[in-house]
C-alpha cells in the first residue's frame, strides 16, 4: 500500500516482516536452542536450531535447483511432527514458495481434492506415511516429485510417475547458507485447508506478515510466556494450523521443541514427559483425556509441566482441575484455522487470583490479545454488548485473521456471505458471550446449538456437566428432532471401563449438582463405544446425528 500523500512519514525503517528473519534469528541468536523427536527407542534424537537452519538452506537449494522450484510453487507436506517437518517450514515460505500441509488424518478423497485444488508439485512426505501417499499418487495430477524422510518402505513408490527422492541424498553437500529473498511481506508463505465438516475444504492462506504478527502474539507473557529456559512439547499436529504457531514462534525466543513424531498414543506421550521433562504442552482436549486416562492407570512424574494449552474444542472444567491436581496447570484458548489460530487465551487477570473468581476466569475460551478485533452478531444482525450475557455469534478481524478463502491461481478469493460480514469480518460460527472485561465464554457452534421451544441450549454446557461425573469418560449431546420442541437434546455417554451408569441417577446429577434447568435436561440417553472424533480429534456430531437418523443407536426415554 503506498502512503497518502497527506500522510506524515515516520522515520522508522521499514523491514519486512518475512519467515526467512525468524530462522535467522533462532538459527544464530538461539542457534544452541534444540528440536527434540521422540523415535519410540532410546535416546530422542536432538537437533540444534543452528543445524536447523543450516539445513533449511540445503533444502532451499535442493527444492529450487534440482526440483525447479520456482515463485509461489506449492510444496507440500505429508507429516508428522519432526525435525525434518520444522526444516521444510521454514525453507519453503524463506525461498519464497508456498508450504502446504497436509492433514494425513483426512479421508483419502479429501487429500486427493485438496492436493489437486493447491496444484502442489512436490510432496515431501515422513516414510512410515507411503501407505497412505503412494495409492493417491495416479490421481495427484500436478505432483512432479514426491521426498521421503525417515524410515519407510520405499518399494510403495516402485512404478510411481513420479521422481522420488531421499531426503538426506537430496540435501547432503548443499551450501548451508541461502540468499533469501527479500519478498513482499503480504506474500502467501503457507495454506492449510478447514476439515471441511460441510462442502469442500476452504484453503486459508498465511502470509508472511500474518505468521510473523502472530508468532510475537504467541510467545508474550500474556499468551504462552515462552522463552529459551521453556521446552515445548508439541502435540498440536504441524498439519493442523501451523502447530498453534509454535516452530515459528519458537524460533523466535529459543524455545526448545520436543516433537512427538508418530508417538501420539497416551503412554509414549506420558514417557516423553516424563524424560524430556517440558515445561510447556499444546494440545486439543482428547488428547489430554487419553493422557489422564494413562496417568491415573500408570502414574507417572509430570511436575515439570508449568503451562498445558488446550484448545481446538473446549476444554472440559474437570479436565482443568484433573490437570491442575497432578501440578500441571491448564491454560484455555480459542482459535481457528482462519485465526492462525491464537483468537483467545485465558490468563485470569490479576485481581481475580486467589480468589472464587480466577477459576471462573480460566474455564472461559480466553481473553482476545491485542491483535485480535472482537464482536458479538444476534441472529437478527444486530450488535449485542459485551454484558457476559447476550449470546450472539462471534465475529473477529485482525492482522492475522483470513479475510477471505483461496480459490486457485487463477480466481479471485472466495467471500462465502456465511464466512465474512459485509465489512470484511470473519464469522466464526461460534455462538457466545463476551464479558466486559474480554472474556469470551463460547457456548457451542452455531450449527450444534439445540433449539428447544424457541430457547437456545447450550451442547457444550451439557456435555462438561456430564463428563465431571466420575462414571463419565466422555460424553457428547447433539440436537435430535423432537415433534413438540424443534429439537431436543440426545445425551450419548461413554462410560469408564468397569462403570455402570442409569440414565435417571445421570440427570439427577445434572439438575442438582450442575444446575442444569429442568427444561435443558436430555430426555434422550444413550450409552456409545467411543465418541466419533474428526481429522483433527475434536467430537464429530455429524456422525451422531446420522447415527441417531439411521436408528443405529439404543435410545432410551427418561
Ligand atoms: P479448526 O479450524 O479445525 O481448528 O476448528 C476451529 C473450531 O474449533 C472453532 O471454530 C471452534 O468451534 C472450535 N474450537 C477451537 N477451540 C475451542 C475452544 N477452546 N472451545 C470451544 N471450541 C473451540
Not at 538461539?30 to 538452506?57: D, L
Amino acid at each position: 500500500m503506498s502512503p497518502r500523500e497527506d500522510t506524515v512519514l515516520s522515520t522508522m525503517q521499514d523491514v519486512p516482516l518475512l519467515i526467512s528473519r525468524i530462522l535467522t534469528h533462532g538459527s544464530t541468536v538461539h542457534g544452541t536452542s534444540q528440536v527434540i523427536t521422540w523415535t519410540g527407542e532410546g535416546e530422542p534424537h536432538r537437533r540444534s536450531f543452528a543445524e536447523i537452519g543450516a539445513r533449511a538452506a540445503q533444502l532451499a537449494h535442493a527444492l529450487r535447483d534440482t526440483l525447479g522450484i520456482r515463485g509461489d510453487d506449492r510444496v507440500a507436506t505429508l507429516a508428522w511432527n519432526n525435525a525434518e517437518h520444522v526444516e521444510a517450514y521454514f525453507a519453503v515460505p524463506s525461498m519464497g514458495a508456498v508450504l502446504h500441509t497436509l492433514n494425513l488424518r483426512l479421508p483419502p478423497e479429501q487429500l486427493v481434492w485438496i492436493v489437486n485444488h493447491a496444484a502442489d508439485r512436490v510432496v515431501i512426505v515422513n516414510g512410515s506415511l507411503l501407505p497412505l501417499l503412494a495409492p493417491l499418487l495416479p490421481r495427484l495430477g500436478t505432483v512432479e516429485h514426491v521426498v521421503v524422510a525417515g524410515p519407510g518402505d520405499r518399494s510403495l513408490l516402485d512404478g510411481a510417475a513420479v521422481r522420488v527422492h531421499e531426503y538426506e541424498e537430496l540435501i547432503a553437500g548443499r551450501p548451508t547458507s541461502y540468499d533469501w529473498p527479500e519478498l513482499d511481506e503480504r506474500a502467501a508463505a503457507a495454506m492449510c485447508y478447514t476439515s471441511g465438516t460441510t462442502g469442500d475444504p476452504k484453503g486459508v492462506v498465511y502470509s508472511h506478515r500474518s505468521v510473523y504478527l502472530h508468532s510475537m502474539q504467541i510467545v508474550m507473557a500474556e499468551a504462552m510466556g515462552l522463552t529459551d529456559r521453556d521446552t515445548s512439547l508439541v502435540v498440536v499436529p504441524q498439519f493442523h494450523v501451523n502447530a498453534w504457531g509454535l516452530p515459528h514462534a519458537t524460533f523466535m525466543s529459543g524455545v526448545n521443541m520436543l516433537m512427538p513424531d508418530r508417538f501420539l498414543q497416551p503412554a509414549p506421550l506420558a514417557e516423553m514427559i516424563e524424560s524430556v521433562r517440558p515445561t510447556h504442552a499444546a494440545a486439543v482436549p482428547t488428547i489430554w483425556q487419553g493422557l489422564l486416562a494413562e496417568l491415573t492407570a500408570r502414574p507417572r512424574d509430570i511436575s515439570s509441566l508449568n503451562r498445558v494449552i488446550i484448545g481446538g474444542s473446549a476444554c472440559p472444567p474437570s479436565l482443568m482441575q484433573a490437570f491442575d491436581k497432578l501440578g500441571a496447570p491448564v491454560c484455555h484458548a480459542w482459535g481457528m484455522t482462519e485465526t492462525s489460530p491464537l483468537g483467545t487465551i485465558s490468563h485470569a487477570p490479576a485481581h481475580s487470583l486467589g480468589t472464587d473468581e480466577e477459576f471462573g476466569y480460566r474455564v472461559t475460551q480466553g481473553r482476545f490479545p491485542a491483535g485480535v478485533e472482537a464482536r458479538l452478531t444476534g441472529p437478527g444482525g444486530e450488535r449485542l454488548p459485551w454484558d457476559g450475557e447476550s449470546t450472539g455469534e462471534l465475529e473477529v478481524r485482525g492482522n492475522w485473521i483470513a479475510g477471505s478463502y483461496y480459490n486457485g491461481p487463477d480466481a479471485p478469493p472466495l467471500r462465502p456471505d456465511d464466512k465474512f460480514s459485509e465489512d470484511g469480518w470473519l464469522k466464526t460460527g461460534d455462538v457466545g458471550t463476551i464479558s466486559p472485561d474480554g472474556f469470551l465464554t463460547l457456548t457451542d457452534r452455531a450449527k450444534d446449538v439445540i433449539k428447544s421451544g424457541g430457547e437456545w441450549i447450550s451442547s457444550v454446557e451439557l456435555e462438561n456437566a456430564l463428563m465431571s461425573h466420575p462414571v463419565v469418560a466422555e460424553a457428547a449431546v447433539v440436537a435430535v428432532p423432537d415433534d413438540r420442541w424443534g429439537e431436543r437434546p440426545l445425551a450419548t455417554v461413554v462410560l469408564k471401563e468397569g462403570a455402570a451408569a442409569d440414565f435417571a441417577s445421570l440427570s439427577a446429577f445434572l439438575e442438582e449438582r450442575c444446575g442444569i434447568a429442568k427444561w435443558q435436561l436430555p430426555e434422550r440417553w444413550t450409552i456409545i463405544e467411543g465418541v466419533p472424533k474428526t481429522s483433527v480429534g475434536k467430537f464429530d456430531k455429524k456422525v451422531l446425528r446420522k447415527r441417531y437418523a439411521d436408528g443405529e443407536l439404543d435410545v432410551t426415554r427418561l
